[in-house]
Every structure is written in structure tokens, then in C-alpha cells.
């Protein structure tokens, strides 16, 4: 093959209409290998409409050469859309990949977030078949930033409910749907709730504007056995129209916990930490970042988590020169020696206090086995420490602890 077809002004026409950078990284992504240079080019006449033939003409090359790898572009497309497989062509693929559109972006923030890209893939998936997705992990680990970045580029209207403060008081349902009606959608709202709730589901059905909705921090308004507290059922109405089969928004719930709710059908999605490859990207400004043990080090004892990341981060490039093993010799054995870290743990252990006291008191009894001689204790040991706690309660903890 003479190298100058794969020269990038072949077809480079595409780069006008079309965003190649982001198409090509989530191909890429979903391949998890790069797409050969000669792949690119044939990309490119895919998205301007070109046939094999008509692209081997232009290329002055056989068209027998270029077939396969144009049928293997197809494949992969339609593993990026979820289109059934060998539906797509040249001439159905510029359709497929609408969203990849310039226009189309022009509406649409751009995605930009630092290894999130599967879970980006992932949720688009769910979206097409679920109407609310509940992203569940610990504390900073990232679920509010990609939850607001995921509904913003898929999404020209959003709207956000905060749910607030850690233990604060939550805004009772009846008021937060009235200020919805009149802040969004520029609606009077009735005094009566269930007429507000109808009015929000018509809104919410408008097929010419889906909406992206986003409930955030979903934890204060849950009591010990994850169902909304007493005083705030409401909100399952409220999730109940949001699952509706008329209509076509789409939900992204934010929790650390796990929601039980009568008749609101959704879909829990586990967030996990960053990878390394996120925290080296993160730590570029330090030294060594890309081949650091003692990065890979942090990120494992971290689980990846996104807030540990920044606050690391910081510390290291103000405080520590860029030095990340200088940072790490320091505090490899103190890893909650920062009070910004020590929070994300607090918030945990005072919910497990509050609502937990069994499973918090078998937390802090545990301490009895010293975690530097023994590598792991049988699950009847633990059940052990549990002595003052009634039989019947103990399985509990089994299934809790499982
Ligand atoms: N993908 C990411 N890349 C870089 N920083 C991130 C990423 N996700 C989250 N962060 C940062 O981590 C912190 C915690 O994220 P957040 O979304 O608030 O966590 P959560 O909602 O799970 O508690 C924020 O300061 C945010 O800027
Ligand atoms: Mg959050």
C-alpha cells in the first residue's frame, strides 16, 4: 500500500461535520486498542458517505483491499451504537453516528472527564433501557462530577435536585415539585401536590425536549432500612412519575446507599474509583508521575477514589514540591492523617452508628484483632465479637456482612 493513502488529508473533509477526536476515542475505547492509521482514513470516507468502491478510486487502490476493513469498521460501530449485528453499511452509518455530529454537540457540553470514559459507555447503554439509574459508591468518589457531566452532554435541559446537606433538613417533596414547575418550566403551580405531579409528568413526556434530571445525595433522606424516611414518602411519588411509561427524561439518582422504594422501578449502577491511568493523567505535573510505584500505591489504597485524588494532589504539588515519594514516605502509614481525608470515613462510620449499631459495634470491636498478625479472621470469629447482640440479630449482620 503506497504510504501516502494514509496520508491524514485523505478525506479530512469529515473534520468539518464531524467530531473525529471524540468518535475516535470511544471507538477506541470500546476496542480498548488504537485504530491503525489506514483505519482512520477509511473511517473518515465512512462518515462522508463513501463506498468502498468510490473510496478505492479516489484512494487508487483495489477495492477488494479496502472491503474487509471498511466491514470491520462496520462491526465496530455497531458495537458503539448497539445496533444488531451487520445492519450497518456506509450508507446507514453516518445516520448511526449522528451524536458524533458537530451541530450536534454545539448543543451539548463536551464530555470531559478524567477516566470515565466506560462508565460514559455504560450509561448510555442503561439509558436506553431504563428511566432511572441509581449511581451507587462511597463518599467522593465521583458520582455527582459524572453524573452533572453525563446529563449535560446528552441533555439540553437539566434539572438538578439537590437533596441537601449531609444530615441537614431535606425540603419536603410538596415544595421542592412546586419550585420545579415554576423555576423550569415557567408553570404556576396548584396547591395541590398530585395535580403538580400530573402537570410535571405531561412536562417530562415532551417528546421534543427530553430532560435529564439529576437527584443528588440521595443519603439524608433515607432511614436504616434505605426506604425514604417517613416524613418524605413523597419522594416516591415523585420517583414514580419520573418512571412513567409516557415519559422520556432520564434520571440519575446519587447515593451512598441503596434505595428500597414501592412501585419506582430503577437500575443501581456501581461507580468505582479512577484507575491509574486517571491519576497519572491527574499527577502529570509532578515528577515522574507515569512510572511512580509510589502512585500506583496511593491509587491502590485509595480504591481510586476521585476526592482522595485531588486532595493528594494538591498536598503533593503545593506542599511537597511535585515530590510524590517524598509525600508517600511521609504518610504511607497515615493514611488518614489529613482531616479533608479523615471526613470521607467519618461520614461513613456516623451513618453506620446512627443506623447500624449492631454492625457499628462489631466495626469498632474488630479492632481486637491486630490487622499487622493476622491477615484475615474466619466469619464465626467475627460472629463472636457479637456476643451481647440476640442470635436472630447476628444472621442479620451475616447478610450485611456478605
Ligand atoms: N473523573 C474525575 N476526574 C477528576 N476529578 C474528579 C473526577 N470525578 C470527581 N472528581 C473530583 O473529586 C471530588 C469528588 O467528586 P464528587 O463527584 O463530588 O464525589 P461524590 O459525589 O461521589 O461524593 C470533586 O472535587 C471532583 O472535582
Ligand atoms: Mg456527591
Known amino acids: 500500500m503506497p504510504t501516502q493513502n494514509l496520508d491524514a488529508s485523505y478525506f479530512s473533509e469529515a473534520q468539518k461535520d464531524w467530531d473525529l477526536e471524540r468518535l475516535l476515542k470511544d471507538l477506541e475505547a470500546r476496542q480498548q486498542k488504537k485504530l491503525p492509521t489506514a483505519q482512520q482514513r477509511n473511517l473518515r470516507a465512512i462518515l462522508l458517505g463513501h463506498s468502498p468502491k468510490d473510496a478505492s478510486q479516489k484512494l487508487h487502490m483495489a477495492e477488494t483491499s479496502l472491503k474487509p476493513a471498511f466491514s470491520a469498521l462496520y462491526r465496530l460501530i455497531e458495537d458503539l451504537t448497539d445496533q444488531p449485528n451487520t445492519t450497518v453499511t456506509y450508507k446507514n452509518a453516518p445516520l448511526v453516528l449522528a451524536k458524533y455530529r458537530k451541530e450536534a454537540m454545539s448543543i451539548n457540553a463536551k464530555f470531559n472527564l478524567l477516566g470515565r470514559d466506560s462508565d460514559r459507555l455504560e450509561l448510555e447503554k442503561l439509558r436506553k433501557q431504563h428511566k432511572i439509574v441509581l449511581l451507587k459508591a462511597g463518599a467522593g468518589v465521583g458520582k455527582s462530577t459524572l453524573s452533572?457531566?453525563?446529563l449535560e452532554t446528552q441533555f439540553k435541559k437539566v434539572i438538578e435536585i439537590k437533596?441537601?446537606?449531609?444530615?441537614?433538613?431535606?425540603?419536603?417533596?410538596?415544595?421542592?415539585?412546586?419550585?420545579?414547575?415554576?423555576?423550569?418550566?415557567?408553570?404556576?403551580?396548584s396547591h395541590d401536590f398530585q395535580t403538580n405531579l400530573e402537570i410535571w409528568r405531561q412536562k417530562l413526556s415532551d417528546r421534543s425536549c427530553p430532560v435529564g434530571v439529576l437527584m443528588d445525595n440521595l443519603e439524608p433522606t433515607l432511614d436504616e432500612n434505605y426506604r425514604f424516611r417517613e416524613s418524605l414518602r413523597g419522594y416516591e411519588d415523585l420517583l414514580r412519575v419520573l418512571c412513567d411509561r409516557d415519559v422520556c427524561s432520564f434520571t440519575l439518582i446519587t447515593s451512598r446507599r441503596s434505595l428500597v422504594a414501592q412501585r419506582v422501578t430503577l437500575r443501581e449502577y456501581k461507580l468505582e474509583g479512577l484507575n491509574i491511568t486517571a491519576w497519572q493523567q491527574c499527577f502529570r505535573d509532578c515528577e515522574n508521575a507515569e512510572t511512580s510505584e509510589a502512585l500506583i500505591q496511593m491509587c491502590e489504597a485509595y480504591n481510586g477514589n476521585a476526592?482522595?485524588?485531588?486532595?493528594?494532589?494538591?498536598?503533593?504539588?503545593?506542599?511537597?514540591?511535585?515530590?510524590?515519594e517524598s509525600y508517600w514516605n511521609r504518610y504511607k502509614n497515615a493514611l488518614l492523617?489529613?482531616?479533608?481525608?479523615?471526613?470521607?470515613v467519618t461520614v461513613e462510620m456516623d451513618w453506620l452508628r446512627d443506623n447500624q449499631p449492631d454492625a457499628y459495634k462489631l466495626f469498632c470491636r474488630m479492632g481486637c484483632h491486630r490487622y499487622q498478625d493476622i491477615k484475615t479472621v474466619p466469619f464465626e470469629g467475627l460472629l463472636?465479637?457479637?456476643?451481647?447482640?440476640?442470635?436472630s440479630q447476628r444472621a442479620y449482620i451475616r447478610v450485611v456482612g456478605k
Open 384 to 391: 463472636c465479637l457479637l456476643w451481647d447482640v440476640p442470635e
Open 148 to 150: 452533572r457531566a453525563f
Open 163 to 189: 437533596m441537601g446537606a449531609e444530615f441537614g433538613k431535606v425540603t419536603p417533596v410538596e415544595e421542592k415539585v412546586s419550585q420545579i414547575l415554576q423555576q423550569n418550566f415557567d408553570e404556576e403551580p
Open 337 to 344: 492523617a489529613d482531616s479533608e481525608l479523615k471526613t470521607l
Open 307 to 324: 476526592k482522595v485524588m485531588d486532595i493528594l494532589h494538591g498536598a503533593i504539588a503545593n506542599r511537597f514540591d511535585g515530590n510524590i
